[in-house]
Structures are given as structure tokens and as C-alpha cells.
């Protein structure tokens, strides 16, 4: 399979605890974006790599998340201190740079319930 | 960042019927995504409109692409249950993040 994967696809954590998120991009592209959705919502946008630099991460939620691409391959998003509102699907997508229209191939996602 | 509407919120139909789901803006669009997306799946990419008044077909779906580049339609022809999942309109007028509207929810039952 050379889509997008993601790792857990679930993950169910008490408040407080940290939890890391793993994607896997499509191999050839050199741009990975991380976003969120809530339950009848779009998914909303965090923050994007060029390769390993973090071009954009003025829209993640708050100091409690991070995310790093080291490699520029493939990333991962933490959020520590987990709180209930924290609770959505993290998406994650990759696309390549010279691609005109910004078409974006995303993974499964990640599941996240926060109790 | 421009609002995207989509309408209808939610659309509940039976198999072999025809449906239109609308995606519009205020703003003008540098070019417009679809997406679909399967409960507990993230979104597949349909198509990318780009010029005014494009229209483009993916079998049984037809894409419209407002003269003005304001407003889109996905129109389904008849509806498989297959089809049912969120349909998500987005934008890439930042050339980095997808911008998306809410979705419009489909059930088709047989």
C-alpha cells in the first residue's frame, strides 16, 4: 500500500496523559500536513512540513501540541497534558510541493478519545 | 481564511434517485476541491476545479465550477448506496492549508 498511513487508528487516554500520533506520507511527497476534526465539523488545518521544516504552526490549538518531521519523512504529532476537548479524528496528508493545485492525499486518521 | 458553505447539511435519499449538493463562498476561489469521506476514513479526493464554468465528470458525479468562481455543485446521478458519505467542498487559496466547509452528509438506502 503506498497511501498515507497512520498510526494508532485509535487511541483511548485518561485527561492529563500524553499521546503521540504517527504518519507515514506517500514516499515521494515532500509536504505533510496535520489536521483535526471534530464530530460535523471539516477538517480543520494545524500545521504543515517542507521536508523536515515547519513552515506554518501558528494554527495548532495551544503550547500543549507539537508536532516534528525530523527526516523529512514521516511525522508526529504529540499533545500532552491531554484535556476532553481534545477529543477528534487527527488527520494527516501529504502532497508534493510543485503539485499547482495543493491536491492533498490524506491517511486514515487517528481516532482520539480523551475520558 | 473565507467561510465555506455547503447545503444541505444532511441529505437522506433512496437508491437510484438524482441529488445536487452546493458548496459557495464570498470570496473567490483560486481553485476548489472535493472530497469524500467514509465514516472513520479520512477524506478521498474527487476532483480539483479550476477555471470558470468548468465542469468535470467521475462516472455517475458531475462537477460544476461557477462562472465567478464563487459557487460549486456536485450533482450524483443515480444514487448507489456506495455514494453515502460526507461530501467536503475546500479551498487552497493559502497555497499551503485546505481550507473546508462543514460537509454535507448522504445516506443512500436501498
Known amino acids: 500500500d503506498t497511501g498515507v498511513s497512520q498510526d494508532p487508528r485509535h487511541k483511548i487516554t485518561k485527561r492529563g496523559q500524553n499521546v503521540t500520533f504517527r504518519c507515514d506520507p506517500i514516499?515521494?511527497?515532500?509536504?505533510l500536513y496535520w489536521y483535526r476534526q471534530t464530530l460535523g465539523q471539516g477538517p480543520e488545518f494545524l500545521t504543515y512540513?517542507?521536508?523536515?521544516?515547519?513552515?506554518?504552526k501558528s494554527r495548532l490549538l495551544s503550547d500543549r501540541f507539537s508536532a516534528e518531521r525530523p527526516k523529512g519523512s514521516f511525522s508526529t504529532l504529540e499533545i500532552q497534558r491531554t484535556e476532553q476537548g481534545d477529543s477528534a479524528m487527527y488527520l494527516c496528508?501529504?502532497?508534493?510541493?510543485?503539485?499547482?493545485?495543493?491536491?492533498?492525499?490524506f491517511g486514515p486518521g487517528t481516532r482520539l478519545t480523551v475520558l | 481564511t473565507q467561510l465555506l458553505e455547503q447545503s444541505p447539511q444532511f441529505l437522506s435519499i433512496q437508491e437510484g434517485e438524482n441529488l445536487t449538493v452546493y458548496c459557495n463562498s464570498s470570496?473567490?476561489?483560486?481553485?476548489l476541491q472535493w472530497y469524500r469521506q467514509e465514516p472513520g476514513e479520512g477524506p478521498v479526493l474527487l476532483v480539483t476545479?479550476?477555471?470558470?464554468?468548468e465542469v468535470k465528470k467521475l462516472k455517475r458525479l458531475t462537477f460544476q465550477f461557477g462562472d465567478a468562481r464563487k459557487d460549486s455543485s456536485l450533482h450524483i446521478t443515480a444514487a448507489q448506496p456506495g455514494d453515502t458519505g460526507l461530501y467536503l467542498c475546500?479551498?487552497?487559496?493559502?497555497?499551503?492549508?485546505?481550507?473546508f466547509g462543514k460537509g454535507t452528509s448522504l445516506l443512500v438506502t436501498p
Open positions: 470570496s473567490v476561489f483560486s481553485s
Open positions: 514516499s515521494e511527497h515532500n509536504r
Open positions: 512540513f517542507q521536508n523536515e521544516a515547519q513552515l506554518e
Open positions: 476545479v479550476v477555471t470558470g464554468g
Open positions: 496528508a501529504s502532497s508534493l510541493k510543485r503539485d499547482t493545485y495543493n491536491e492533498q492525499f
Open positions: 475546500a479551498d487552497s487559496n493559502s497555497g499551503y492549508a485546505l481550507n
